[in-house]
């Protein structure tokens, strides 16, 4: 086993704890990772919260990184020592199903095995994620980081950036569209930038005209403050794609209106369960839609179109010992738009 040093979860003081980690030796067809950069991400909170009920698992959070290879296993003929690269929130997959080939890993008929928190498909350990300062990944679950991108900024695309790219590409967006954001936070800004970068005329939906000025400076051309009827009535049947970005319950009819003629209202993440007037959905043909990460081809395409349009996160970077005060302000929705650790201070 290789030893290196990362934050684990200490369930009786609910905080992350610096410790000694193990990961395992490379495989042929594994690389090294030093990872220098890893996002924080919503499911690392939710993943903490969990954490208290089951205090014999071991849970190190982080599953959107970015690094430099240090070692290739004897089969990896595709990186090499010294390339920069990123890893997301998936590290393998059955690679069989219909939905693996597919290029869908995301979808795995045998759920794909998480960066975190997942067993490992071929000894059954527990994955340990990115908030430490190396990680073992088969290489098909690596991507190369185009030049250009900055790599702390580009962390947050591995999971943020592909959970909005997938529904933007899965239904055509493009110059002659109209979308809605719903929700300005780690994923909508991401979802501006991207649907802007598209060519499409983009607006931000939110509770509030506080962020009126932000949506503006990402690119978006409308604005749209949900709890002002007036303003919700005049964008009725309106948009070609809704992309809904808010975690929290709440009720989907309002989005589902604003939606055009045989458009999409897509939400990003797990809802849960959620009752929906069929007549919204039949008046103007709509149709209510879901999506979560990202497959390997269009992670691929999405770090490519990012360098090509130059789209990153707008983040806060911060040294990775300060993670429990980020963890601690991103349950309260203190950041614009995502906090991201850098790991050097774990040598
Ligand atoms: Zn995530
Ligand atoms: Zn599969």
Redesign the pocket.
């Known amino acids: 086993m290789r030893p290196t040093t990362g934050w684990q979860a200490d369930s009786a003081t609910r905080t992350l704890l610096r410790e000694a980690l193990e990961r395992r030796d490379l495989r042929p067809d594994d690389i090294a990772v030093r990872i220098e950069y890893c996002g924080v991400c919503h499911t690392d909170l939710h993943a903490l919260q969990a954490h208290e009920s089951d205090a014999n698992g071991v849970l190190v959070p982080g599953h959107e990184f970015t690094g430099v290879v240090t070692e290739v296993g004897s089969a990896v003929l595709d990186f090499s020592p010294g390339d920069p690269v990123a890893v997301g929130n998936l590290v393998d997959?059955?690679?069989?199903?219909r939905?693996?080939q597919a290029g869908q890993?995301n979808f795995?008929?045998?759920f794909p095995t998480l960066t975190y928190g997942g067993a490992d498909r071929r000894d059954g350990s527990t994955t340990l994620g990115g908030y430490s300062r190396e990680y073992i990944v088969t290489n098909r679950f690596a991507y190369h980081l185009p030049a250009g991108l900055d790599a702390a900024a580009a962390a947050p695309l591995l999971c943020a950036g592909v959970t909005v790219w997938e529904p933007l590409q899965a239904l055509g967006v493009g110059p002659d569209s109209t979308v809605a954001v719903a929700g300005l936070g780690g994923l909508g800004h991401l979802a501006v930038k991207m649907a802007t970068g598209l060519g499409a005329t983009t607006s931000v939906i939110s509770r509030t005209l506080d962020k009126a000025d932000e949506a503006r400076d990402l690119g978006a051309q409308g604005f749209v403050v949900s709890t002002d009827p007036k303003q919700m009535e005049a964008v009725r049947d309106q948009f070609d794609v809704v992309i809904d970005t808010i975690s929290a319950p709440h009720d989907l009819a309002p989005y589902l209106r604003m939606v055009a003629m045989d458009g999409t209202l897509s939400h990003l993440g797990h809802l849960g369960p959620v009752t929906v007037e069929t007549l919204d959905l039949l008046i103007g043909r709509k149709k209510l839609s879901s999506a979560g990460s990202g497959g390997r081809p269009s992670t691929a395409a999405m770090l490519h179109f990012c360098a090509e349009h130059g789209i990153t996160a707008d983040i806060e970077l911060l040294p990775s010992s300060e993670v429990n005060r980020a963890l601690e302000r991103l349950a309260r929705n203190d950041v614009r738009y995502r906090f991201v650790l850098d790991m050097s201070d774990l040598d």
């Open positions: 997959s059955c690679g069989m199903c939905m693996c890993e795995c008929r045998e």
